[in-house]
């Protein structure tokens, strides 16, 4: 199934709430627990991600990681 990023956005907005029933388009979506709401983000969020939909988030707010390398010769 493809993802939307106004799905990831509904979902977003749902945990940012704490609201476990929220409408989406023509269809109300219930949750049983916070942790099913994480869990169907993180699907979401992942699906998005690995299709290029999303850009792929760093684990740091540091910035873009780069790596250096030195030598003694």
Same mark, same amino acid.
């Given at each position: 199934?493809?993802?939307?990023? !106004?799905?990831? $956005? /509904?979902? =977003?907005?749902?945990? @940012?709430?704490? &609201? ?15 942790? !099913?709401?994480? $869990? /169907?983000? =993180?699907?979401?969020? @992942?699906?998005? &991600? ?24």
């Amino acid at each position: 199934m493809a993802f939307t990023t !106004d799905q990831l $956005a /509904a979902l =977003e907005a749902a945990l @940012a709430s704490g &609201q476990l029933e929220f409408r989406f388009g023509d269809r109300w979506v219930k949750y049983q627990t916070i942790a !099913d709401l994480r $869990a /169907a983000y =993180e699907l979401v969020k @992942a699906q998005l &991600q690995s299709s290029g939909a999303l850009p792929l988030t760093a684990g740091s707010n540091r910035g873009p990681a780069t790596l250096a390398t030195f030598s003694r010769e």
